[in-house]
């Protein structure tokens, strides 16, 4: 019987890369009905060689980290020096789930006639959805934690971005003393997708992805009541006051939206600045955007590739029709073939623009002005998202006062970074559910067992 197919490409060339299988709902059923065997081998094996089996997986990951670099690079139109630090940051969370593992503990909690200890016992089987974005990372920051909790993962990989995926299950189960601890099913989200969340023997579901999908995968858990993650969109703020270090804010800021080429859920692509200093930030901002280099992945000095698809890139594009944003500045980006969009800057006074109240996924960046601390807080909340955002000030009492009031899973100050594997990491409002990253990840794939212990 022939196998179905999909076509893979270059988003900066649009070259063909490869032709990837689509699976059938039925072998979906076979590949959890195999996780399911997997996991009931898996959590009856001793910390120690469950241990011993995440760092072999983090020892693996790191031999063939520029393999998988080359891959994500070519795949995604991401730099291949950004392709590189994300493909060693997957060994990294591998390694730091396998020391993880013996420090999954519960509570004892002393009770007249006896005391009740609490158990994380695995959920089971879990189904993982990563986006395209961010292949490689995302993966680890769900495959990794499951495994050391004690389940067993079946890997959706997007359809746009699927090879390093495909090339980190091949790598995992060379190592994995558990045959079939994690595979990795392609195919598109309506079928391949559809046949995976709705499995009653998947246990729980970790998606990432665009808030509106969330919400079909949420609606797909209800039936069987399935645990579930959501990592969903985002509109961050990046808040600028005038007693902040504005060349160090405006520095960074390109970083902050531009970085994968817009293509990030933690993207600050509303910039919130102080009007004392607004002239002073957006001349800043927009020399540190000129020195970005916009072109081939595969060159070392690249700093923004290609979107992802031509699909994207026209539908990124889109938001330079806007009326209310005046644009200040347009980069420059290659032309002829990939899915090329430059940077562009632009400024709205009103705050109620497309380009300010919708996730662009892009690299455009809007500057808006603002005049006093509860000005700040009121634009930052005026969205439905909550996922990340920054506050840039040198007053200690007002960064707290406003990282309490923001809305948002994940705030930084004086600082652009949203992510570290020891932190947890998701978001609040319609940002998403739960938390990947740190303890709290890897509690998230757990089931909490309480234990009466009588003494009478």
């Not at 960064?399 to 004086?414: E, F, I, P, Q």
Request: glycine content about 8%; hydrophobic content about 40%.
């Amino acid at each position: 019987m022939p196998v179905n197919t999909f076509a893979v490409t270059n988003p900066a060339t649009e070259e063909h890369l490869d032709d990837v299988r689509i699976f059938t709902p039925d072998e979906v059923t076979e590949a959890v009905v195999r996780a399911k065997d997997a996991q009931r081998t898996w959590a009856k094996l001793t910390l120690a060689a469950r241990q011993s089996a995440l760092y072999a997986m983090a020892e693996a990951v790191g031999e063939h980290v520029e393999e998988l670099a080359q891959l994500e690079s070519r795949d995604v139109g991401k730099p291949i020096s950004s392709a590189r630090a994300e493909a060693q940051s997957v060994a990294e969370v591998f390694r730091y789930y396998a020391g993880a593992i013996d420090k999954l503990s519960g509570d004892s909690i002393p009770l007249d006639g006896g005391m009740t200890i609490t158990i994380h016992e695995p959920v089971g089987v879990v189904a993982v959805v990563t986006p395209w974005n961010f292949p490689l990372p995302i993966a680890s920051w769900n495959v990794a934690p499951a495994l050391a909790a004690g389940n067993s993962v079946v890997l959706k990989p997007a359809s746009l971005t699927p090879l390093s995926s495909l090339r980190l299950g091949r790598i995992i189960e060379e190592v994995s003393p558990v045959p079939g601890l994690l595979q990795v099913v392609t195919g598109g989200g309506g079928t391949v997708g559809e046949a995976l969340l709705n499995h009653p023997q998947v246990d729980k579901i970790s998606f990432t992805g665009s808030t509106e999908v969330g919400r079909s995968v949420l609606n797909a858990s209800a039936h069987d009541i399935k645990r579930v993650t959501l990592e969903l969109g985002g509109k961050s703020a990046n808040i600028v006051f005038a007693d902040a270090d504005i060349s160090q804010a405006a520095r960074s800021a390109p970083g902050a939206v531009f970085d994968n080429t817009g293509q990030d859920c933690c993207a600050r692509s509303r910039i919130l600045v102080q009007r004392d200093v607004l002239d002073e930030f957006l001349e800043e901002f927009i020399a540190a955007t000129k020195a970005l280099q916009v072109g081939d992945p595969a060159d070392e000095n690249t700093d923004l590739g290609p979107l992802v698809s031509s699909s994207h890139r026209d539908a990124v594009a889109k938001f330079l029709d806007d009326d209310g944003v005046e644009f200040i500045y347009q980069g420059d980006a290659p032309k002829g073939p990939g899915n090329w969009l430059a940077p562009h800057i632009g400024i709205d006074h009103t705050a109620d623009s497309r380009c300010s109240r919708e996730e662009i996924f892009g690299p455009i960046a809007v500057v808006i002005p603002f005049d006093t601390e509860d000005d700040a807080v009121r634009l930052a909340n005026d969205t439905i998202y909550g996922l990340s955002g920054s506050i840039w000030t040198g007053d200690l009492g007002r960064a707290m006062r406003v990282a309490r009031a923001v809305d948002s899973g994940t705030l930084a100050v004086n600082s652009n970074s949203s992510v570290r594997v020891q932190t947890p990491f998701g978001g609040f409002k319609q940002s998403g559910l739960g938390r990947e990253l740190g303890m709290n990840g890897l509690r998230g794939y757990t089931e909490l067992k309480s234990v009466f212990l009588s003494s009478e």
